[in-house]
């Protein structure tokens, strides 16, 4: 970050692993607002700061949110650079079968299929159920199991791509 808000860059140590965040409270040192501001301005103000670059996301960006109030008009807009994104096995698996479409393709036309990858981390979130066939032993768990794995084999396969 090349920016002056360089300062909000604070240290963070989590048992053997150290790493960095952007400081809000440190943000707030100039800008007061901030403490003021409603949670989902604060999340979009992180990303912001997180984001700044100065070319796309500009420390100006990160002014024009810490400076935010409720009932002014809005005229610029604020870039929005998502961390990850979540999703359920019913968006999620289509998803991945048009990755591997234009996987395909690009193989076809003889250009490197690893290059087709999503920009930022997704993160696939299979919900199910376990069918119960068998009940009244201990053993009921691990043989309802088996059988959920051989029934969805093809989907968990496809899902682990």
Not at 29 to 56: H, M
Not at 84 to 99: E, I, M
């Amino acid at each position: 970050m090349t920016h002056y808000l360089h300062h909000t860059l604070k240290p963070f140590q989590a048992g053997a692993r150290q790493g960095q965040f952007y400081s809000l409270p440190e943000l707030a040192k100039t800008y007061p607002n901030v403490n003021r501001l409603p949670v989902a301005i604060r999340i979009v103000l992180e990303s912001v700061l997180r984001n700044c670059d100065g070319q796309k996301v500009t420390a100006a960006h990160v002014e024009q949110l810490a400076n935010w109030q409720p009932n002014t008009e809005r005229v610029d807009e604020i870039p929005f650079v998502v961390a990850r994104v979540v999703l359920q096995d019913f968006t999620g698996v289509p998803l991945l079968a048009d990755l591997a479409a234009m996987r395909s393709v690009a193989a076809k036309f003889g250009k490197d299929p690893k290059r087709i990858e999503p920009l930022v981390p997704v993160d696939l979130v299979v919900d199910h159920s376990v069918m119960v066939d068998h009940y009244g032993s201990k053993d009921a768990l691990d043989l309802n199991m088996q059988l959920e794995f051989q029934r969805n084999r093809e989907r968990y396969e496809f899902i682990k791509w």
